[in-house]
T-cell receptor, first 112, second 117 residues
Framework: DQQVKQNSPSLSVQEGRISILNCDYT??????FLWYKKYPAEGPTFLIS?????DKNEDGRFTVFLNKSAKHLSLHIVPSQPGDSAVYFC???????????FGEGTQLTVNP | NAGVTQTPKFRILKIGQSMTLQCTQD?????MYWYRQDPGMGLKLIYY???????DKGEVPNGYNVSRSTTEDFPLRLELAAPSQTSVYFC????????????????FGNGTRLTVT
């Protein structure tokens, strides 16, 4: 039972354009949502998060949107840069949970 | 600050062999985790620990064991290696202020790539 799902294994965009990565979840008890970025041969690194009391959180070029009724979140990167090319994982946790559940990841390629 | 350190970086095991993947962190984090990542798959939680002396099973614990005798170290033991355990293993740590994993980002090590043949 995949509780966090990223339906697009890959995404390719041009430098300077917007990248939109999507994530769906099924567990209505999830209250915190995070995005991680992973380069080859490295561990994932934290990018941005959002709690369920918000519908948007922004950090520089990165914005995460949360639609609780649709159980959907998305990560927007504007403008996209070649250095953003990586695998992006979405993850979720419940309020009283001590563990994160990860999606399968989306490989983003930003072409110069 | 070293963060989360995993050793070894690579290992090849024969079926039935055993080994311990080492993980240590120097951030005084109370929570530690072991994940595995298979190609095209997300990170699956194997075991986690919320403090020294306390461990709990994740989604895919079969074939693994852990211990947490100190805050810093969280080794993962494979007793009888099987080809299905071929994967990349990541250790992570965090310091949730109120016990909620989601509001304290995980810090990951760089992984151990394990092949069982």
């Amino acid at each position: 039972d995949q509780q966090v799902k990223q339906n697009s294994p890959s995404l390719s965009v041009q430098e300077g354009r917007i990248s939109i990565l999507n994530c769906d979840y099924t567990n209505s008890m999830f209250d915190y949502f995070l995005w991680y970025k992973k380069y080859p041969a490295e561990g994932p690194t934290f990018l941005i998060s959002i709690s369920s009391i918000k519908d948007k959180n922004e950090d520089g070029r990165f914005t995460v949107f949360l639609n609780k009724s649709a159980k959907h979140l998305s990560l927007h990167i504007v403008p996209s840069q070649p250095g953003d090319s990586a695998v992006y994982f979405c993850a979720a946790s419940g309020t009283s949970g001590s563990r994160l559940t990860f999606g399968e990841g989306t490989q983003l390629t930003v072409n110069p | 600050n070293a963060g989360v350190t995993q050793t070894p970086k690579f290992r090849i095991l024969k079926i039935g062999q055993s080994m311990t993947l080492q993980c240590t962190q120097d951030m005084n984090h109370n929570y530690m985790y072991w994940y595995r990542q298979d190609p095209g798959m997300g990170l699956k939680l194997i075991y986690y620990s919320v403090g020294a002396g306390i461990t709990d099973k994740g989604e895919v614990p079969n074939g693994y064991n852990v211990s947490r005798s100190t805050t810093e170290d969280f080794p993962l033991r494979l007793e009888l290696a099987a080809p299905s355990q071929t994967s990349v293993y990541f250790c992570a740590s965090s310091y949730p202020q109120d016990g909620t994993a989601g509001n304290s980002p995980l810090h990951f090590g760089n992984g151990t790539r394990l092949t069982v043949t």
